[in-house]
Antibody, heavy 122, light 108 residues
């Protein structure tokens, strides 16, 4: 059974840092792109960023809203994904989901974690 | 960046009704379009990928169509468990990946 479990969310002050983790199981993690998607309270979905797989040199991409502040990394030996968030702003408050990129040619997210809530507030 | 315009933003329908949601891209995106269902307090669930392909395990009352700039998502006969918010999502090799604004579906 494919599972993605996020952790690390919580309350942080503006300007602070937080590191989210996504532990996975039940599939060949190293084969997949992995993404982070967030959802502010009562709002829609916003893509945050991606790490590609080893075959694509683990390259990363970020949304403009987080570029330079957030860093995505992965550890294929531990089947885990991380999101390092620095210089946090109040507008970063959201539920953060990790999502698996399907192995089909296009990019669809076929499995998601349950999400972890990040609240940026003083 | 490509913009996705999803409509309507909310919709009320009766059980058994045919429901249609549209998503329009600001430029030609071929068939690079997916549809998701999100129930309150839950993670999104992939329903349709590459515009018209039904994800494994998803009921056949859900269909998708379109290519280029105009896409349609249809529920052929609305069921009570279909109450959710639905999102379209565009992708390309080079991000950003963009979601539509969402359509909140309610039972009349």
């Amino acid at each position: 059974e494919v599972q993605l479990v996020e952790s690390g969310g919580g309350l942080v002050q503006p300007g602070g840092s937080l590191r989210l983790s996504c532990e996975t199981s039940g599939f060949s993690f190293s084969d997949h792109y992995m993404d982070w998607v967030r959802q502010a309270p009562g709002k829609g979905l916003e893509w945050v960023g991606r790490t590609r797989n080893k075959a694509n040199r683990y390259t990363t991409e970020y949304a403009a809203s987080v570029k330079g502040r957030f860093t995505i990394s992965r550890d294929d030996s531990k089947n885990s994904l991380s999101l390092q968030m620095n210089s946090l702003k109040t507008e970063d408050t959201a539920v953060y989901y990790c999502a698996r990129g399907a192995l089909r040619g296009g990019t669809s997210f076929d499995y998601w974690g349950q999400g972890t809530l990040v609240t940026v507030s003083s | 960046d490509i913009q996705m315009t999803q409509s309507p933003s909310s919709l009320s329908a009766s059980v058994g009704d045919r429901v249609t949601i549209t998503c329009q891209a600001s430029q030609d995106i071929s068939s690079y379009l997916n549809w998701y269902q999100q129930k309150p307090g839950k993670a999104p669930k992939l329903l349709i990928y590459d515009a018209s392909n039904l994800e494994t395990g998803v009921p056949s009352r859900f269909t998708g169509s379109g290519s280029g700039t105009d896409f349609t998502f249809t529920i052929s006969s609305l069921q009570p468990e279909d109450i959710a918010t639905y999102y379209c999502q565009h992708y390309d090799y080079l991000p950003p990946i963009t979601f539509g604004q969402g359509t909140r579906l309610e039972i009349k």
